[in-house]
């Protein structure tokens, strides 16, 4: 039987930092990255937990991660578009440093969008969307990755998973919130499924030569599948465009020939666009905010769930008992505390 121990939520923050300072990492960028991985756990999000921790200090250790890193908002060329320069560090200080003025002129304006260049990504996007609808804001959120998957119908990765996620926000309740990869699923679901040493369902992956395969290994030097066949390969391709192409950052095929792996977490820029439903519905009749409501109503009373739904459960479970963790992750913890970059290869 797999042993397991249970910390509160401030416990597990207070140690993620410790391993990120412990490697180096100042405090904005430990912070950030911190605040971001517990959340994952506390939501109940696996493959965006503590998991990732490794990985974050694999790409500062490779040089391709500045730990020492200031983001700094740029000098703005539209009244509309807030940009900020991460200077090669994450992605989450540089957000959380443009966060306010986004949504000082969503608010403002109606629409706003927030340009974040030249950072390191590895984390979810709902907490992102998140940060804006807790601000009465919808939000719209996207980036590319490294070339990982395969455009429908092609053999070879080309897009990235290119995440994508949406929230509107719901008063005193839970904001309507998804966040999926373009991929049929995020590439932290396949190494998970490798390390457990399970196999893949069908239709996730194609090996190098273009064949389908479950095996997470051959999927891993080969290439993962859209969700949605040619749907969610046009998708991706849109978030090259507009997450990479458009804000003078990288594409995924790009990301991937600076890496020249993928072991390291992507560097490219990231695109989030805040508006106001307010602003947005201003002279119509009706209320913005209860006309979704009546809209969930409707979806919930159907039978149906509202995405992020378990997510938010397992957010209240976690607030009230802690948060459960294995044997392994633990030990997994204590070695990257104790050994800094000198715990990953």
């Known amino acids: 039987m797999t042993e397991t121990a249970t910390m509160s939520i401030s416990q597990l923050h207070e140690l993620v930092e410790a391993i990120f300072r412990r490697a180096g990492l100042n405090a904005v960028q430990a912070v950030a990255l911190t605040n971001v991985i517990v959340a994952g756990e506390r939501d109940g999000c696996k493959s965006h937990g503590i998991y990732r921790i490794e990985g974050a200090l694999r790409t500062v250790k490779a040089g391709k991660a500045k730990p020492d890193a200031i983001p700094a908002i740029a000098p703005q060329a539209s009244s509309g578009i807030v940009t900020v320069q991460g200077n090669g560090g994450f992605a989450n200080p540089a957000f959380e440093l443009g966060v306010p003025l986004l949504a000082q002129s969503a608010h403002a304006s109606g629409i706003a969008a927030l340009v974040v260049n030249d950072v390191v990504h590895f984390s979810a996007l709902w907490s992102e969307v998140e940060a804006l609808t807790g601000q009465g804001l919808a939000a719209i959120v996207m980036c590319p990755s490294y070339a990982a998957v395969a455009p429908a119908g092609g053999s070879k990765p080309l897009l990235g998973t290119n ?52 095996d997470p290994d051959e999927a891993l030097a080969g290439a993962m599948l859209p969700f949605g066949g040619h749907k969610g ?48 519905s201003a002279g119509r009749p009706g209320d913005p905010f209860a006309r979704a409501e009546a809209l969930f109503d409707a979806i919930i009373g159907g039978g149906a769930r509202l995405p992020s739904e378990r997510r938010f459960i397992a957010r209240a479970k976690s607030e009230s008992e802690g948060i459960t963790l294995a044997s392994a992750e633990l030990e997994q913890l204590s070695r990257l505390h104790d050994k800094g970059l000198d715990a990953v290869s």
């Open 163 to 214: 995440p994508f996620a949406f929230g509107w926000p719901r008063g005193d309740k839970p904001p309507y919130v998804f966040d999926f990869a373009t991929s049929m699923v995020a590439r932290g679901e396949i190494e998970l499924h490798r390390r457990a040493g399970k196999q893949l369902p069908e239709g996730w992956a194609i090996d190098a030569h273009g064949a389908p395969t479950t």
């Open 233 to 280: 390969s046009a998708i991706g391709t849109m978030i090259e465009l507009l997450a990479g192409v458009m804000i003078g950052d990288l594409t995924s095929p790009e990301v991937l020939d600076y890496l020249g792996t993928t072991t390291l977490s992507p560097v490219h820029g990231e695109l989030i666009i805040a508006m106001s439903p307010k602003a947005f």
